[in-house]
């Protein structure tokens, strides 16, 4: 599959190559070495100052990517091809933006001689990083003054083989716990993250624990064999659209699953409980949204009579994790395309996969009981904008060699997503892009009714009924 065409022999374009090193110079002297490939090379670009005028292999550095502009106006330059593999996505969208105003082709180079002869298939395009994609700099933490909680003791982790919480196992295995208990129904994934951790934490005793959390009778045989001090609650169900097919499945793993972990911690004496959530259980429109406000809504109940501190971490999106948006954009453009997004002006929260990990664990060490932490995720970020970002970062040119198509919205999805409701006020921790809020006070008899009348209908399989359910205990707690 041929994405990025050969250049007429007959017509021999002025080229710049963009970055004076390695990358660059073995794009030259391929260039060099098959003149049929239709370029002319005109010179170097590069922001490396000590460079400046400056030859390799013949051809000088004439230049900054402030000057493409003009270089491109004065010498009639044709093409760029953009030769630096390591460079941020900011520093490749400012040298993208550089080229489209001087309206020359150019190319980010992912291989040397397959893409300027035209061969580029789907194994060699540009790996894009995820980090590329952000458009804010990533959140750090300081691990090792805030996260003394987690050293020496006992931490279990649910949905341990899933995208956050293989993560989390990485992050924590860091802080040097005595055991971490790997939690999880898939025996795949768990057998995955249990060889990769033993690997990397030959130091750290590690346990991979086959076990659903909606199986009550083995999570409370594991509570009490292992007696965790910590619980970090990463298992549930997260994909929009499936979820309003199957509301049933959010009834049992997103909500009688939480119920089962979290009365399981309190029975167990667990000091700290912190359990994952969504921006999608804000001002719920779907199913997965509402089963995971309803989880929230479990740990504000614990948390108001258990003398374990139950907290909740809230964020959005996850780039990279599985089944989410950017994997998806990245085999369309293996394809060819086309990209497919759902709306032009849609917009999400995102984070990368490590930042999400990172503020799970911090939001253990700033939590006293009944707080939700929210991350300052930077301005919302138009889903058309990633899409281009994506494919221009992957080496090629939105609508000319990747098509995007618009789909509209699914059913269950917003426009816009929220991390907090109009009633929420947030304050500030101890790290300056972590937010808290204190959750509302939930009664407890009437949140259990409501959770086995839920689970009588899951069993049964009466979706319908579900739904109605859902909005019945949405409309019982309307500030969320």
Do not use: W
Request: aromatic share 6%; hydrophobic share 40%.
């Amino acid at each position: 599959m041929k994405l990025v065409k050969k250049l007429p022999e007959h017509k021999r374009a002025k080229t710049l190559i963009v970055g004076a090193g390695v990358g660059g110079r073995m794009v030259v002297k391929e260039i060099q070495f098959h003149p049929e490939l239709g370029y002319e090379i005109v010179g170097f670009i590069d922001d490396d100052q000590k460079k400046l005028h400056r030859r390799f292999h013949g051809v000088e550095v004439i230049g900054t990517v402030f000057d493409i502009p003009q270089i491109v106006d004065r010498l009639g330059i044709k093409a760029a091809i953009i030769c630096i593999p390591s460079a941020s996505g900011e520093i490749n969208r400012n040298i993208v933006a550089k080229c489209e105003e001087s309206g020359v082709d150019y190319r980010i180079i992912p291989g040397v001689f397959e893409i300027l002869g035209g061969t580029v298939d789907v194994s060699p395009i540009r790996d894009v990083d995820v980090e590329d994609l952000l458009r804010r700099p990533p959140v750090t933490v300081n691990s090792k003054k805030i996260l003394a909680y987690l050293s020496n003791n006992v931490v279990l982790v649910t949905g341990a083989g899933g995208s956050i919480g293989s993560e989390l196992c990485r992050q924590i295995c860091k802080i040097r716990p005595r055991q971490i208990l790997l939690l999880g129904h898939g025996e795949n994934s768990i057998y995955q993250i249990n060889r990769e951790l033993k690997a990397s934490y030959p130091h750290v005793q590690i346990e991979p624990i086959i076990c659903s959390v909606v199986d009550n009778v083995k999570l409370n045989y594991v509570m009490k064999r292992y007696r965790p001090n910590v619980v970090f609650h990463a298992a549930a169900y997260k994909h929009v659209p499936l979820m309003q097919d199957f509301p049933e499945e959010c009834v049992k793993n997103n909500i009688i699953g939480t119920l089962n972990v979290v009365a399981a911690a309190d029975k167990y004496e667990v000091k700290k409980f912190v359990s994952i959530s969504t921006d999608k259980a804000v001002n719920c429109v779907n199913n997965m949204g509402i089963s995971k406000r309803i989880a929230e809504m479990i740990i504000q109940v614990y948390s108001g009579i258990s003398r374990a501190e139950f907290m909740i971490v809230r964020f959005g999106n996850v780039l990279g994790s599985r089944g989410s948006v950017v994997p998806l954009f990245k085999e369309q453009i293996a394809r060819g395309g086309p990209v497919t997004v759902t709306h032009p002006e849609m917009t999400r929260f995102f984070m990368t996969t490590p930042e999400a990990a990172q503020l799970v664990v911090q939001a253990g060490a700033f939590g006293k009981g009944g707080d939700v932490f929210v991350l300052d995720m930077g301005e919302p970020v138009k889903m058309l904008d990633m899409a281009e970002d994506l494919i221009r970062l992957s080496g090629f040119e939105p609508y000319v060699d990747i098509p995007i198509e618009f789909i509209g919205i699914r059913p269950g999805e917003k426009l816009h997503e929220e991390l907090l409701t109009a009633q929420e006020g947030t304050v500030a921790t101890k790290h300056e892009r972590i937010f808290q809020t204190r959750a509302e006070v939930v009664d407890k008899e009437s949140l259990m009714k409501d959770i086995e009348e839920l689970k009588k209908l899951a069993v049964s399989v009466k979706r319908k009924e579900i739904v109605e359910k859902f909005s019945e205990i949405l409309s019982a707690h309307q500030s969320h």
